[in-house]
């Protein structure tokens, strides 16, 4: 027996401490499970904020970009996981609204949100907690290096001193690249808009798969110009990198975060409480570090980087036009810019 | 036997469901091949399916014949320090694929430091397909040299006698007894290689900018919108070439056996001053290239703002671990990994026990043993699909175990078990089978012979076994990709995430932690087995080579 002492204490010390790991896990609070498109980076301080109020619910965070979150709730509307669904945008919440996914309540202070950010119904399917919007991440070091100049406008990027130099997200998977298509369908008209993205596809190297590697990459220089949203490019900026954010003149897309309720949660209560934190002036403080504009406006807070009149910049952007038509606008896009084979 | 049930429930079973559920539609009726006939008129998949093969060609094209000159200088030249040049080309194993799409992003990306190197070769970016070939290179390599290695022990040093004597040129000796030789190990690898890109997950995403290929599209299709039967569907597809391939390759393993016959001699080779530095130099750049792509993604890892300031720092491990929340993964890696060491080594060990040292039940035996081989030509994608069809299915009693532990552990092990099954079974071979047959005689049960005899003989395979599936657990993505669950967040996949964000300093970070802990882990099983057989071994050294 001399031989497997030795070897049963290891094999018995992997295992307990396997054991240890994993039995962590297991403990006595309500479990909810929340779908988000919330950048990774924002969700700890989020979940932190709202256990400091309610330490007795877990959240567990199945996160995607908001094209996979769309589909996968879609997909799972018959036998849904989701008890909430929060940071996801409002024009997805639309089109879960409209599948009857929704459950309309109206959670705590919800006078206080602005009405262009929240459901119109009473009570409402959803409530916006912030504005996120489309901005361009424009590396300064490498324009200089190709004599690349700033653009002012969107029209600009369609010049050809940036072929091949422009990234942006896919908006099938992207909640930042689809509102970036539907604000230039609203901003040119339908026929103009996809008119320019013809001449834009002309530039551009690669559709990302998320809103925020748009920008990181020509953070790091990757490409000179990055489609993204200002989250993303104040967070690059931050880190020392040779970025500008450019607001371009013809009006910003942009969408809201937005929170609600899955139809069907048998954790009702906690996913209530969820709710009401959302709105709650706390949950508010800390949407207004990562974004210019939150749902309860006297809340915001100017962000660096960021020109004091954002507000007006944005774009007219129909919400419901947009979830409405979301399904065919993806498929024009993908008719049209996918079937191509990848850009040289 | 329990082994062989487990192999039954674990792997067959899942592939069945694949079948089945190819052939219905979404509600669960039955439609035969409709499923079939949409996908290939999507002219989307077709796409995909051809970038696929492409890609998996291309990179089995690239990687077999470099894979053979390593083995080539390594058993057939006399070059230097081999100990150093094999342990260098099996280092890639210790790394997740995706560090090596990293690395050369690193590398040759728009800001790589090598990018002016680009059109030498005619091309304009590493984006897309160029990438893709050079990492997956990277990461198949390894396991193509150590099956060239293997192929090329083999040989008779009769025929290069017979041919010297005759005056063949070297070359002609080459092209007419060493290719010929080695052909079947050029199959063997070439088949692990294919099979190996084409359930690749990582690298497309991380450096094939728009180059789709399957494993991303049906990763999207099966996670994204739940459609189940259009994954059942391209699983079933890319099981066809695995399945000839496993069968070209069995076929071509019993005829390697008859290659060499109890007469032949061992080839020895002799110093030849130009082909042996021409060797060395070959070595040496590959061993380099190798070294410069690990060492790329760990530099990348602690360099504050690529490319524009390169002072030191660790804010990417932080930022991965306090921002991103991706603590989380590495510790479940760990715990996964451990259980995938002892729980594996444990069922692999006792399935090769019961089919080497055992009797009766001969009817059975046969298909364990082609279901212990299988898992070799199922790409990871395909059983990731199967386990999803076969657990999450609400009439399986068995569907708790969807979104856990253990279903990523057992996944793993069934993903890994060809290998492991055949080292297994090579240790028990070494026994002479009288053991048993004297303790029966001696009537003390076969457990305890079990656990007196074979396990201590065995131990040093038993280690090497645990730290094959270790690594493995570490760094694999395909199958697990698909089933794990927000709590049971894997390393591996947290690279992806971070890539996604653009966060790449910290998906280096993360790639570079898993290499670190694979590397610890295999030095302390080195260590661990060196002193087992100083203790335990003795009776190798004394015994006679015969």
């Known amino acids: 027996m001399t031989v497997d002492r030795p070897t049963r204490r290891l094999f018995a010390a992997l295992a307990a401490s396997a054991f240890a790991v994993s039995g962590a896990a297991v403990a006595q609070k309500t479990q909810l499970t929340v779908y988000t498109a919330l950048e990774t980076d924002q969700l700890k301080a989020y979940q932190e904020g709202f256990n400091k109020v309610h330490p007795d619910v877990e959240i567990t965070w199945v996160r995607d970009s908001t094209g996979v979150i769309t589909a996968k709730l879609l997909a799972e509307k018959a036998n849904p996981r989701a008890d909430v669904v929060m940071g996801v945008a409002a024009t997805s919440m639309g089109v879960f609204d409209a599948e009857g996914m929704l459950l309309p309540y109206a959670p705590q202070g919800l006078s206080r949100i602005a009405a262009q950010y929240r459901d119109p119904k009473n009570p409402p399917a959803w409530v916006g ?43 099938a998977s992207s909640g930042t690249g689809f509102f970036d298509v539907t604000a230039w369908l609203q901003i040119y008209g339908e026929a103009e808009g996809w008119k320019f993205m013809d001449g834009l596809h002309e530039n551009i190297a690669q559709y990302m798969h998320s809103g925020s590697r748009p920008c990181a990459s020509a953070a790091n220089g990757e490409y000179v110009v990055g489609i993204s949203f200002e989250y993303r490019a104040n967070r690059e900026k931050a880190q020392g990198k040779p970025i500008d954010l450019v607001f371009p003149k013809e009006g910003l897309g942009w969408d809201l975060e937005a929170a609600g309720i899955h139809r069907g949660t048998r954790q009702l209560a906690a996913a209530q409480k969820l709710m009401d934190w959302a709105v709650s002036d706390a949950a508010m403080a800390l949407y207004a570090k990562n974004f210019a504009i939150v749902a309860v406006q006297s809340l915001s807070q100017p962000l660096p980087n960021v020109p004091a009149d954002y507000a007006s910049r944005l774009a007219k952007n129909d919400f419901a036009w ?23 | 036997m329990l082994v062989a049930v487990a192999l039954f429930v674990f792997m067959t079973a899942p592939l069945a469901a694949i079948l089945l559920r190819s052939l219905e539609d979404r509600d669960g009726a039955f439609v035969g091949l409709a499923n079939f006939a949409q996908y290939f008129a999507s002219p989307a998949f077709s796409r995909s399916a051809g970038n696929t093969l492409t890609f998996a060609l291309l990179t089995t094209l ?54 002016d190197v680009l059109p030498w070769f005619g091309l304009t970016t590493i984006y897309g397909l160029p990438g893709m070939v050079l990492s997956m290179t990277f990461s198949a390599f390894p396991h193509a040299v150590m099956i060239m290695l293997a192929s090329l022990s083999l040989s008779d040093a009769r025929l290069y006698e017979a041919a010297d004597s005759m005056a063949t040129s070297e070359w002609r000796k080459f092209v007419t007894i060493t290719l010929p030789g080695a052909r079947y190990g050029m199959i063997s690898a070439a088949m692990v290689v294919f099979t190996m890109a084409v359930s690749e997950f990582g690298v497309p995403k991380v450096i094939g900018a728009n180059y789709s290929v399957l494993a991303i599209d049906i990763y999207k299709q099966v996670i994204g919108q739940q459609n189940f039967q259009i994954g059942a569907v391209v699983g079933l597809i890319l099981l066809v070439p695995a399945l000839v ?49 690990i060492g790329m993604a760990v530099f990348g890892s602690f360099v504050r703002v690529w490319p524009y300031n390169l002072s030191f720092t660790f804010n990417h491990y932080t930022y991965g671990f306090e921002e991103a929340g991706v603590e989380n993964a590495y510790r479940n890696s760990l715990t996964m990994a451990a259980w995938c060491a002892v729980v594996g080594a444990s069922l692999t060990f006792a399935g090769a026990y019961w089919l080497e040292k055992t009797r009766g039940a001969n009817l059975v035996r046969p298909l364990v043993r082609l279901q212990a081989m299988m898992p070799m030509a199922i790409p990871g994608l395909v059983l990731g699909i199967g386990y999803i069809l076969f657990f999450n299915h609400p009439a399986n009693p068995l569907n708790v175990l969807y979104g856990t532990m253990a279903i990523l552990v057992l996944s793993t092990i069934i993903h890994f078990y060809s290998s492991s099954h055949l080292t297994a079974v090579t240790a028990l071979k070494q026994l002479d089978n009288e053991f048993e047959s004297v303790s029966a005689s001696l009537k003390v049960p076969f457990y305890k012979t079990f656990w007196r005899v074979t396990v201590p003989v065995c131990l040093p395979s038993i280690i090497d ?68 057989l100083r203790r335990t071994q003795g009776w190798r050294r004394a015994a006679p080579t015969r």
């Open chain 2, 62 to 115: 690239l990687t077999v014949p470099l894979a053979f000159a390593f083995a080539f200088a390594i058993q057939r030249s006399c070059i230097g320090a081999k100990w150093l040049w094999r342990n260098i080309a099996l280092v890639p194993i210790l790394a997740p694929s995706l560090l090596a799409a990293l690395s050369f992003i690193y590398l040759f990306g728009n800001q790589g430091i090598l990018k």
């Open chain 2, 465 to 532: 076994i645990s730290r094959y599936y270790f690594v493995n657990a570490m760094t694999t993505i395909s199958a697990v990709v698909f089933l794990y669950s927000p709590k049971t967040m894997l390393a591996a996949i947290s690279i992806v995430q971070l890539d996604e964000a653009g966060a790449i300093g910290s998906a280096a970070a993360m790639a570079t932690l898993i290499v670190a802990t694979s590397g610890v882990v295999t030095l302390l099983s080195f260590a661990v087995e060196g002193w087992l």
């Open chain 1, 322 to 344: 947009a979830a409405k038509n979301r399904d065919k606008i993806l498929a024009e896009w993908s008719k049209r810019y996918e079937s191509k084979a990848a850009p040289k």
């Open chain 1, 129 to 171: 907690m912030d504005v996120w919007g489309a901005t361009i991440c424009f590396n300064t070091v490498e324009a200089a290096k190709r004599g690349i100049p700033k653009p002012e406008t969107w029209r600009d990027l369609t010049k050809p001193a940036y072929k091949g130099q422009v990234v942006m997200p896919h908006p």
């Open chain 2, 245 to 293: 391939a496993f069968f070209v390759d069995h076929a071509v393993r019993v005829r390697q056996k008859a290659l060499l016959t109890a007469r032949s001699v061992p080839y020895v080779p002799r110093p030849s001053p130009v082909r042996d530095r021409l060797m060395l130099a070959f070595v040496m750049l590959m061993s380099a290239a190798m070294l410069v792509v």
